[in-house]
């Protein structure tokens, strides 16, 4: 019994030889293949790092070195092709860059930088819906990326929808309170839908956050002045006016002069709006911030020595001729009000229309409440 055992064992084993010497090849050839892409994959790996550094110090020669001959070769590496669509892109090349990026994007679905990459290029060729969904989803797979959520809330105030641009920007603020950027692009949208307040508010915690920026606090005095906070504003553009030599040529002077006014401190209003004509002989502006200075302080023969050389500069400037006819009617001079008035009133955008009507009923001898005085307009 235990020889015939015996015979039973040898083709057993024979047919186990068998099986394994016919697997063997395959299963060689499997692992070998693993192997390349394995070492495939690390290569493109360091060179893609590499290319990025290069890419990084404007080195697009020795970027390109690293990566062509691996793009060609088909290489599954996701972020290589991203660093492709890159230097496609910087060479002007869109075409190649987005079909690189969609390269990118088929190999790993869930790096988000490929989205990104890809909504810059649908961006630059003017595909802005294509563009806002890639950045949306770049956003969506990395939500505390704020280079995504700046990228979407930009193009969504571009497409007229400030208003998701908000939401999207309130919840990155929340996900990321300590980055500048957010709060500041936040308070920016505020003031573009006209909520002052709260663009201030966010402007403050950006100005925080990175108090060395300039910029920031010049955003932070715009949001102070238009919600009405001119104390705040004024204070802050003073400290600004002394650490920038030629603040008294810029808007922000000009700012800090019609807060100083709204305050009731016309003397130092009037100091600034003369400094800025000085340095600006080109604009009209200053000229008539400093006549609404003295019109105020009832100084009417210096307000009127003001427009004149306002209207010297700029003969139709309606607001100009709106304050030198108040002025020439209040000095008891009707028939030179008039004309003044009526040229502020041809311009569509005048300020303060409906008074400067009733100045021109009354420069003409309406009796108050007169009809619109349409037929002298038509002159």
Excluded at 114 to 121: E, F, K, P, R, S
Aim: charge should be neutral; glycine fraction near 6%.
């Amino acid at each position: 019994m235990r020889i015939k055992r015996a015979l039973l064992y040898p083709p057993l084993v024979l047919a186990g030889l068998v099986l394994v010497a016919g697997c063997g090849p395959t299963y060689m050839d499997k692992q070998r293949e693993e192997a390349r892409h394995r070492w495939a994959v690390s290569r493109a790996e360091m060179a893609t790092k590499m290319a990025e550094g290069c890419f990084q110090r404007g080195e697009m020669g020795r970027a390109h070195q690293y990566t062509d001959d691996l793009v060609h070769s088909g290489v599954p590496y996701a972020p290589l092709y991203v660093l492709a669509a890159r230097l496609a892109a910087h060479k002007g090349d869109l075409d190649a860059a987005r079909t690189y990026a969609d390269s990118a994007r088929t190999l790993d679905p869930k790096l988000a930088e490929a989205h990104y990459v890809l909504g810059t290029i649908e961006q630059t060729l003017g595909n802005t819906n294509f563009a806002l969904t890639a950045f949306s989803e770049a956003v969506c797979l990395d939500p505390n990326q704020a280079r995504y959520v700046l990228a979407e809330a930009e193009l969504l105030v571009d497409q007229d929808q400030a208003e998701r641009a908000v939401e999207s920007l309130r919840d990155a603020a929340q996900r990321m309170p300590g980055r500048a950027e957010i709060h500041a692009a936040l308070g920016d949208v505020l003031m573009l839908v006209g909520k002052n307040e709260q663009a201030a508010g966010s402007l403050r915690i950006a100005v925080r956050l990175d108090p060395g920026r300039t910029d920031l606090q010049e955003r932070l005095a715009l949001a102070l002045y238009r919600s009405g906070s001119y104390a705040e504003a004024e204070s802050l553009l003073a400290d600004l006016s002394l650490s920038a030599p030629d603040f008294a040529a810029c808007w922000l002077a000009s700012m800090r002069a019609d807060c100083l006014m709204a305050m009731g401190r016309l003397a130092q209003a009037r100091e600034v709006y003369l400094a800025l004509s000085a340095n600006r002989r080109d604009s009209v502006a200053p000229l008539v911030g400093a006549a609404k200075c003295d019109i105020l302080e009832r100084r009417l023969p210096s307000a009127r020595k003001s427009l004149e050389d306002a209207l010297a500069r700029e003969p139709q400037h309606s607001e100009a001729n709106a304050l030198m006819g108040y002025v020439l009617l209040a000095e008891g001079r009707p028939g030179e009000a008039a004309p003044h008035l009526t040229l502020a009133l041809r311009d569509p955008q005048c300020a303060g229309r409906v008074t400067v009507e009733r100045l021109l009923a009354k420069a003409n001898g309406h009796p108050p409440g007169a009809a619109r005085p349409a037929d002298q307009l038509k002159k």
